[in-house]
């Protein structure tokens, strides 16, 4: 996992190996798991999450590289962004 923030924005890019091939079906990422019912879920429910935050979630996909990134907007220029995100992830940093 990584985090990076420009000026009005926070990112999270989390990246993973993957094998196979993906499958996409009107934009959606599908399932890869040989019985889809019951799984496949996972993303669709950060993106209702992450919108809900004003946010945006894409999928970068190449070879055998999968990249999630969410981004949020900053809300006020002067916030705490560390505090914030922990916040939200319900992180606790000493």
């Known amino acids: ?3 990076s923030e420009g000026d009005n924005w926070v990112i999270l890019r989390f990246e993973n190996y993957y094998s196979g091939r993906l499958r996409w079906h009107e934009g959606k990422l599908l399932s890869t798991k040989p ?3 019951g799984h496949g879920a ?3 429910i950060i993106d209702l999450a ?3 935050y ?3 979630v ?3 996909a190449a070879e055998d590289w999968f ?3 969410i981004l949020f907007p900053k809300t006020k220029r002067d916030e705490d962004v560390s505090g914030s995100l922990t916040s939200f992830l ?3 940093i000493p």
């Open 54 to 56: 004003g946010g945006n």
């Open 90 to 92: 319900d992180i606790k």
């Open 35 to 37: 019985d889809p019912d």
């Open 42 to 44: 996972g993303i669709s």
């Open 50 to 52: 992450v919108q809900e």
């Open 1 to 3: 996992m990584r985090v």
């Open 58 to 60: 894409s999928i970068d």
């Open 67 to 69: 990249a999630l990134n």
